[in-house]
């Protein structure tokens, strides 16, 4: 009877774990202040992942999405690639100095649920914010607005719809 009982808590156990959702592996991300400096000091647009521990669609998310070749080599080569755990007691710094935790300005920036993908100018300023899973096509999209500078004046969805 123990035996049973101890198989039927290890089952339970091992199908109650979180799912663990890193960044991607194989891509370069660094911290939000290391990617800010890198991102002012080459000019390069960033693109901030908030992710965080037990999150199925970010773990979803990195291994069809970002295990595409297209994505990988899209991403690492034109944006400062920077990975926030939402849920972070970790300190970063923003833009004017101020220093708050990874959950705090995931709050500030509406980030209630992950993953959230937020695409942002080299000093710092918000381009682009889409939430949930998607797929490798629609990072493609979202680079070609986002690089082509489509965000100054026109809508995402206006741009979507002229494809």
């Known amino acids: 009877m123990n035996i049973v009982r101890l198989l ?38 960033v693109f901030l992942y908030f992710g965080r521990y037990g999150c199925g669609w970010c773990d979803k998310t990195n291994k069809e999405s970002f295990a595409d070749p297209k994505v990988k080599r899209r991403y690492t080569e034109n944006y400062v690639l920077v990975y926030l755990d939402a849920e972070s007691g970790d300190r970063i710094t923003l833009p004017d100095g101020e220093r708050i935790t990874e959950m705090e300005f995931g709050a500030r920036m509406n980030v209630f649920a992950t993953p959230v993908f937020v695409w942002l100018a080299p000093d710092g300023r918000q381009l682009l ?20 500078g489509h ?5 995402l969805l206006q741009f979507l719809g002229s494809r």
Request: net charge negative; proline share 11%.
């Open 8 to 45: 039927v808590v290890s089952f339970v156990t091992a199908i109650a774990l979180p799912v663990f959702a890193d960044p991607p592996p194989g891509y370069p991300f660094l911290t939000y202040d290391e990617g800010l400096r890198r991102a002012a000091a080459e000019d390069k647009p």
């Open 151 to 155: 965000y100054r004046t026109t809508s």
């Open 129 to 148: 914010k889409v939430p949930g899973y998607k797929t490798a096509e629609e990072f493609g999209h979202f680079d070609d607005y986002v690089r082509g």
